[in-house]
């Protein structure tokens, strides 16, 4: 009778578990699209803000999404910057090329409307090579990615890069 209850429990748990990662393409392709929009970078975590002016693609297919864009800074700065997270049950994982033009890695979850990743530089900034980075979806029409990483002199998060981006 034991065995019996323990089958049933773990089946349902899988089930219920199941579930709820599958749901995760309809929300990749929630953030599919067109957006545009600015906000601001900085270079480490002591540095002033650097206005930017921003274009993304975004493509969602079954379980992976990429994002594709520029930004534009200081009038004649221009850099191209991409993610690519694929997710496999309840991680995502994937790449970030950001304006330095190394590739980072992603890995993460998703919690509620929001995407939370751990970033791993490809090289040396502020000190090291880690930050966390969110891809939120705000509403229907509108997403924020913002990086955080710590300040190495304070020891305090610092908000990095804050964009806020409105589909087209």
């Not at 002016?53 to 975004?58: D, R």
């Not at 520029?70 to 694929?86: D, H, L, P």
């Not at 924020?144 to 002199?153: E, F, G, N």
Request: hydrophobic share 40%; net charge positive; aromatic share 8%.
């Amino acid at each position: 009778m034991k065995s019996w209850r323990y089958t049933a429990v773990t089946a349902l748990f899988w089930m219920v578990a199941g579930g709820a990662y599958a749901d995760e393409a309809p929300f990749l392709q929630s953030l599919a699209g067109d957006w545009t929009g600015g906000g601001m970078m900085k270079r480490s975590t002591s540095s002033s803000p650097i206005n930017l002016s921003c274009n993304f693609k975004t493509e969602a297919s079954g379980e992976a999404l990429s994002m594709k864009g520029i930004c534009r800074g200081m009038i004649v700065v221009t850099r191209a910057v991409s993610a690519y997270i694929k997710v496999n049950g309840a991680q995502y994982a994937g790449s970030y090329i950001g304006p330095s033009g190394g590739v980072s890695g992603l890995r993460g979850k998703r919690r509620g409307d929001a995407i939370d990743l751990a970033v791993r530089w490809s090289k040396v900034i502020n000190g090291d090579r880690s930050a966390r980075m969110t891809i939120q979806r705000l509403d229907a029409d509108a997403i924020r990615i913002r990086t955080v990483d710590m300040d190495p002199a304070s020891g305090q998060q610092v908000v990095t890069s804050d964009l806020n981006l409105r589909r087209n």
